[in-house]
Structure formats: structure tokens, C-alpha cells
């Protein structure tokens, strides 16, 4: 199991919402850079990076800070959060991004996010509220279930989905993993499951689900889940 610390920007801080709500930000660190620098020391392979006024705005807003955080680590880079166009896609690259989260654009559409993915290293977010899509920063709920958006990228040359349950996103209340396992059934793909996670005990329950993988946040900054002990149960198990 991969797991991906995270680390949300917000006006170029590094802050954790609760339930996807901007106005619940909590800032965690003024320099993200350094954040992304202490994954590293704690034995990490990615960071996942979401551009949070990125998602509403609908274009790259925290530029900078995604900058630094690729000049002073050598972890692999995920992002996310208002990416709409080839254009954006190929600048993060050239900027060394390794791979891309398509989310809003994957439910409006879907045959980009395949072009894409055909030719770039993309993974499709699928944000949930009681199992229905939630888009636009998680401002706007969609018609559409989350496992039949799944299975539309289950041929498309997608990585990875990763899949947030937005009512446990931030909360620390244990991670979705029947939701989470809907998914990787729906699609076939590998499913990184997001939302809830608090602590060690959580990296035991996915690990015995058989989840690729799963995304960090809170419960680092909030220290109930020590990160060194969930890379070293992650080791173990693969």
C-alpha cells in the first residue's frame, strides 16, 4: 500500500479543511516546502499536493509554493485542483510534477480526461458525498453516482482513482473503506481512498482491505498517526 502524505495550499500556506469548507481552514505551515521537505525525512515517496483556491478558481492559483516544494525535495509529485485544460497539464509537467489529478473536469468531461490520460500520467479524483459526485471544490453536487463514474475510466489508461468520501474528509472519524472498495470494483483500477483517516489503526484495516493506497493529512498534522510507523507497516505488508 502507497501512502501520500498530503498537503493542501491555500493562499500559499499549508492548511487542512474540515468537510471541504474553505472557511474552516486550519494553517499548519506558512512554508509548505518545508512540510513536503519533513515527508521526506520521515521516509515518504510522494506527496500529494491540492491547489485549494486552484479548485474553486478553476485555474492554478498557488504557483509558487508548488514551485518550491519541487526545488527543495525529491519526493514524486501528485496534484490537483484546477486542472481544465492540456495546457495547465503540460506546465505542471515541465515544472516536474509527476502526475496530475483530474477531478471537476472527469464528471463534465470524460472523453478529455481519457485523450488525457492517453498521452499524460493522470489520476481521476472522485469526490463523494453520500455516494453522489461532488464538484468545484465541493461546492456543487452532481447527478451522478460515484461508483458509475468509476467504472467509465475502467479502459482509459487512468493510474490511479482516488477516491475522497467529503464527509469524513478532515474529521478523523476512519476512512470509507466499503465506498472505497465500491470503487476499485467499479473501475478495476488501482483506488487511493481519502477522508478520515486517523491512525495507525486505520493503515491496519486498509492494509487487510487490500487498498493500493491512501492519502495522509490531518491526522500528521494533528499527530495522532505517526508517519514513520504507518511507512514501516506499509513496508512490511507489500
Known sequence: MTILPAIDLKDGKAV???KGLMESAKIYSDEPWQVAKRFEELGSQWVHLVDLNGAFAGSPQNLEQIKKIRENCNLKLE???GIRDEETIKMYLDLGVDRLI???IAVKDPAFV?????RYPIVVGIDAIDGMVAVEGWSELSNMKATDLAHEFANAGVEAIICTDVGRDGMMTGVNI???LSIKEASGLETIASGGLRDINDIKKLLDAKIDGTIVGKAFYE???DLKEAFKLAK???
Not at 114 to 118: C, H, I, Q
Request: aromatic residues 4%.
Open 114 to 118: 481519457k485523450d488525457m490520460a492517453s
Open 79 to 81: 496534484l490537483g485542483g
Open 223 to 225: 499527530g495522532t498517526l
Open 16 to 18: 487542512r479543511l474540515s
Open 236 to 238: 512490511e505488508n507489500r
Open 178 to 180: 466499503d465506498f472505497t
Open 102 to 104: 483530474l477531478g471537476s
